[in-house]
T-cell receptor
């Protein structure tokens, strides 16, 4: 079963604009992670936020986590054409060992 | 840097063939995973392994088996390939303990005709 659901499914913006993607999940988690996938390639880990954290930054990325609403958001500031990719959230369960459950992804297109 | 490699980028097989997909990681990670990725369905976990010779079923193990004889290598086996197994297959690894970030290979796009 899919734990995470991303919203929107697709997002198209102009270079320089900010992009916000959302992820909702259903059960308690240990951590939530965001990954990026360029077309036809493997996924690349972007950022991990633990269940006791509310916000985390990495370069132009900002992730928030609201465990009461079971939701997370990924903000990419000052987007570039090279940010065009699919973005996935993945959740780790408290007693789920090493496995993650991935959502269906958001396709981001940044137009030059 | 962690490197996860997969034996083929593209593979075309016939229905009924036995198919082997190989994955190798070079960072001594305990955990390895096989996913398939289909449009509109995201990534779905087929099998994972947390140690040599250990395996656990994921969400969609039917029609697949796995082998982990060495820590660095995790193989996915399609016993009798079918057209509905046409997909992108992604291998990943992660270190212990607990739920950590996963490192992915480039993927194998398998077409079964």
């Amino acid at each position: 079963s899919q734990q995470g659901e991303e919203d929107p499914q697709a997002l198209s913006i102009q270079e320089g604009e900010n992009a916000t993607m959302n992820c909702s999940y259903k059960t308690s988690i240990n951590n939530l992670q965001w990954y990026r996938q360029n077309s036809g390639r493997g996924l690349v880990h972007l950022i991990l936020i633990r269940s006791n954290e509310r916000e985390k930054h990495s370069g132009r990325l900002r992730v928030t986590l609201d465990t009461s609403k079971k939701s997370s958001s990924l903000l990419i500031t000052a987007s570039r054409a090279a940010d065009t990719a699919s973005y996935f959230c993945a959740t780790g369960l408290p007693y789920g060992g090493s496995r993650l459950t991935f959502g269906e992804g958001t396709q981001l297109t940044v137009n030059p | 840097d962690v490197k996860v490699t997969q034996s083929s980028r593209y593979l075309v097989k016939r229905t009924g063939e036995k198919v082997f997909l190989e994955c190798v990681q070079d960072m001594d990670h305990e955990n390895m995973f096989w996913y398939r990725q289909d449009p509109g369905l995201g990534l779905r976990l087929i099998y994972f392994s947390y140690d040599v010779k250990m395996k656990e079923k994921g969400d969609i193990p039917e029609g697949y088996s796995v082998s982990r004889e060495k820590k660095e290598r995790f193989s996915l086996i399609l016993e009798s390939a079918s057209t509905n197994q046409t997909s992108m297959y992604l291998c990943a690894s992660s270190p212990d303990p607990g739920t950590r970030e996963q490192y992915f290979g480039p993927g194998t796009r398998l077409t079964v005709t």
